[in-house]
């Protein structure tokens, strides 16, 4: 079946620096890239959606300077927490598609910023 | 817009207890619906889908069946098992759009032996 792979599953930053996680769509060329963030105990809220070639489109009061994301490739998106805080600590999880459909997620990034 | 609710956890059962967890949705048109499960530190999986009125998803002795009268796709399963304990979410994709995933606050299920 389709995988998506994510890295890294685990960082550790200190507040101030900026991250950058991957997602990779490995064995199908992801059209389309959802980024979700995941707080302790409770749902996956939706962050932005991109297109590959196209800026990401982000949801309602995800800060869009301070949540990077670029979608260069058909396999390859990235999420680049800038100047993380330690509000910023969560667990990000993408999801990759090939046309219509729900997608395939990753295995999810725990965030934890000291 | 397009909402989903779940029956608020913990769930803990014994081993071979039969399990329902509720789930209903509020969605303009005619979306499609999911259950995703999610083990300890990892991302969701795929469980099963239905995507349309009295489809009914299964998959691994799980079942749900998409009802349009009642807004509902609650998951069932017979006879579950330690290994089931997970946090389980309901989620529903528009029909229109970027079919983004909207998902409920997620039910945490514990099976004891």
């Known amino acids: 079946g389709a995988v998506v792979s994510q890295h890294p599953s685990r960082v550790i930053c200190k507040s101030g620096t900026s991250v950058k996680i991957e997602c990779r769509s490995l064995d199908f060329q992801a059209t389309t890239m959802f980024w979700y963030r995941q707080f302790p105990k409770q749902s996956l809220m939706l962050m932005a959606t991109?297109?590959?070639?196209?800026?990401?489109?982000?949801e309602q009061g995800v800060e869009k300077d301070k949540f990077l994301i670029n979608h260069a490739s058909l396999t390859l998106s990235t999420l680049t927490v800038t100047s993380a805080h330690p509000e910023d600590s969560s667990f990000y999880i993408c999801?990759?598609?090939?046309?219509?459909?729900?997608?395939?997620f990753g295995n999810g990034t725990r965030l934890t910023v000291t | 817009g397009d909402s989903v609710t779940q029956m608020e956890g913990p769930v803990t059962l014994s081993e071979e207890a039969f399990l329902t967890i509720n789930c209903t949705y509020t969605?303009?048109?005619?979306?499609?619906l999911f259950w995703y499960v999610q083990y300890p530190g990892e991302g969701l999986q795929l469980l099963l889908k239905a995507t349309k009125a009295d489809d009914k998803g299964s998959n691994k002795g799980f079942e749900a069946t998409y009802r349009k009268e009642t807004t509902s796709f609650h998951l069932e399963k017979g006879s579950v098992q330690v290994s089931d304990s997970a946090v389980y979410f309901c989620?529903?994709?528009?029909?229109?759009?970027?079919?983004?995933?909207?998902f409920g606050q997620g039910t945490r299920l514990t099976i004891n032996p």
């Open positions: 989620a529903l994709s528009g029909a229109q759009g970027a079919q983004k995933l909207v």
């Open positions: 991109s297109n590959e070639g196209s800026k990401a489109t982000y």
């Open positions: 999801s990759a598609r090939s046309g219509t459909g729900p997608g395939h």
């Open positions: 969605a303009t048109g005619y979306p499609s």
